[in-house]
């Protein structure tokens, strides 16, 4: 029932079964045989840079990539308090995107996945990170033939606050470098009357970010404060029972 066959390594396998057996050339720890490049059952992608996150972070490794088809670029991330990781790349490379726990770094079992964040190239994936908690970011290329064309890997974090549900991303204006914060989403889950805060603890709240309460059918009311100065696209869409909108006098764009 099995058929025996010599791959060009030397190796002896039958075809039947899962090619794992002994005697392949991998090295210390390649992704594939050096002579017939069947897969290392055993490989494992080495972590190739790790980002400690506290506050306002933004990481960067420039012209990556990747000398093996199918493999991936592994990155370690920790959050030093509440905030959200936005992992993605930049250039003009179509790239796919993994967010992994932890505890399980195989890609098929992801916390979520990105192909090309509606820009049909860079993959992108924001994730809210607790305290203390360490994710991981695989990147590979879309096509599984391609190797060695350069690209960036982007990771940033933002601190989070949340009060009564909203949540806020600590940013730093564009202009003046000064600290801000903005409105990014919620995560209530009851009916809820919403007064954005002006203010947290003496930074201002300057901008609600794009689809920040997009679909939320919990939203019945909001209070913008003076404060803020921007309400990006989608910020309300869909928001089914919102009923009344209380606009501060410092909105300039909407």
Same mark, same amino acid.
């Given at each position: 029932?099995?058929?025996?066959?010599?791959?060009?390594?030397?190796?002896?396998?039958?075809?039947?079964?899962?090619?794992?057996?002994?005697?392949?050339?991998?090295?210390?720890?390649?992704?594939?045989?050096?002579?017939?490049?069947?897969?290392?059952?055993? #490989?494992?992608?080495?972590?190739?840079?790790?980002?400690?996150?506290?506050?306002?972070?933004?990481?960067?490794?420039?012209?990556?990539?990747?000398?093996?088809?199918?493999?991936?670029?592994? #990155?370690? *991330?920790?959050?030093?308090?509440?905030?959200?990781?936005?992992?993605?790349?930049?250039?003009?490379?179509?790239?796919?995107? #993994?967010?992994?726990?932890?505890?399980?770094?195989?890609?098929?079992?992801?916390?979520?996945?990105?192909?090309?964040?509606?820009?049909?190239?860079?993959?992108?994936?924001?994730?809210?990170?607790?305290?203390?908690?360490?994710?991981?970011?695989?990147?590979?290329?879309?096509?599984?033939?391609?190797?060695?064309?350069?690209?960036? /890997?982007?990771?940033?974090?933002?601190?989070?606050? /949340?009060?009564?549900? /909203?949540?806020?991303?600590?940013?730093?204006?564009?202009?003046?470098?000064?600290?801000?914060?903005?409105?990014?989403?919620?995560?209530?889950?009851?009916?809820?009357?919403?007064?954005?805060?002006?203010?947290?603890?003496?930074?201002?709240?300057?901008?609600?970010?794009?689809?920040?309460?997009?679909?939320?059918?919990?939203?019945?009311?909001?209070?913008?404060?003076?404060?803020?100065?921007?309400?990006?696209?989608? *910020?309300?869409?869909?928001?089914?029972?919102?009923?009344?909108?209380?606009?501060?006098?410092?909105?300039?764009?909407?």
């Amino acid at each position: 029932g099995t058929e025996t066959a010599k791959c060009a390594c030397g190796e002896f396998l039958n075809r039947t079964e899962e090619n794992s057996a002994l005697g392949h050339s991998f090295g210390e720890n390649n992704a594939k045989c050096a002579v017939c490049g069947i897969a290392n059952p055993n #490989y494992v992608t080495p972590v190739k840079a790790t980002v400690t996150a506290d506050s306002t972070t933004a990481f960067v490794d420039e012209n990556v990539s990747i000398s093996v088809a199918g493999d991936y670029l592994l #990155y370690k *991330a920790t959050a030093q308090k509440d905030g959200m990781f936005s992992f993605y790349t930049t250039g003009d490379i179509d790239t796919y995107g #993994y967010l992994l726990p932890s505890s399980d770094l195989n890609t098929n079992n992801s916390i979520m996945e990105n192909d090309d964040d509606g820009e049909e190239t860079n993959c992108r994936i924001d994730y809210f990170a607790s305290e203390g908690e360490t994710v991981y970011f695989a990147v590979k290329y879309y096509s599984s033939s391609k190797v060695d064309d350069p690209f960036n /890997v982007h990771i940033d974090f933002k601190e989070s606050y /949340v009060d009564s549900g /909203v949540v806020y991303l600590k940013d730093i204006d564009a202009n003046t470098k000064k600290d801000i914060y903005c409105v990014k989403g919620y995560k209530f889950n009851t009916p809820t009357d919403v007064t954005i805060l002006s203010k947290i603890n003496g930074i201002p709240v300057t901008y609600i970010a794009e689809s920040a309460f997009e679909d939320c059918e919990y939203l019945t009311s909001v209070t913008i404060p003076d404060s803020v100065k921007e309400v990006y696209n989608y *910020a309300f869409c869909n928001c089914i029972n919102l009923k009344t909108v209380t606009l501060g006098e410092g909105i300039n764009f909407i």
